[in-house]
């Protein structure tokens, strides 16, 4: 039985997209998932979703690293349409680029738009921990 209805992945890495949604199958975790490349191709995609009174996903699992827009612009544009919508949707940031040791994760932890930060490669527990 599936616990979150819609997953949103947003990533320029196919592979690393295709094998979460694999993941997330796999262990019966969402009955949607969509995926997008990058922020931009994301943000006007749930825009016309929200547009259209359609429901807005549950989860969005966000890259940082992508190209057009990077994962805290997104995070940004993306705050005036989580607003809107009045919907309640967690966001994870899930990078390999992020150091622990440098000021990037701060904008993770103090980031009250951003539930947590997941280091890549994300293992089904992380999954079925967030999803659950």
């Not at 690393?16 to 949604?21: D, F, M, P, R, S």
């Not at 549950?58 to 544009?77: A, R, T, V, Y």
Request: with cysteine; aromatic share 10%; glycine share 4%.
């Amino acid at each position: 039985m599936s616990t979150v209805k819609c997953v949103c992945i947003i990533d320029d890495d196919k592979i690393y997209a295709y094998g979460v949604k694999k993941i997330i199958h796999k262990h019966d975790l969402s009955d949607d998932i969509i995926i997008f490349e990058n922020g931009k191709e994301a943000l006007n995609a749930l825009t016309e979703m929200y547009n259209e009174g359609k429901t807005l996903p549950e989860l969005i699992l966000l890259d940082i690293d992508m190209p057009l827009m990077n994962g805290w612009e997104f995070l940004s544009e993306f705050e005036t349409l989580r607003k809107k919508s009045n919907s309640y949707i967690e966001i994870y940031v899930i990078s390999s680029k992020i150091d622990q040791n440098n000021g990037e994760l701060y904008k993770v932890t103090w980031d009250d738009k951003v539930a947590d930060f997941i280091s890549k490669p994300v293992k089904p527990e992380d999954l079925q921990n967030i999803m659950s």
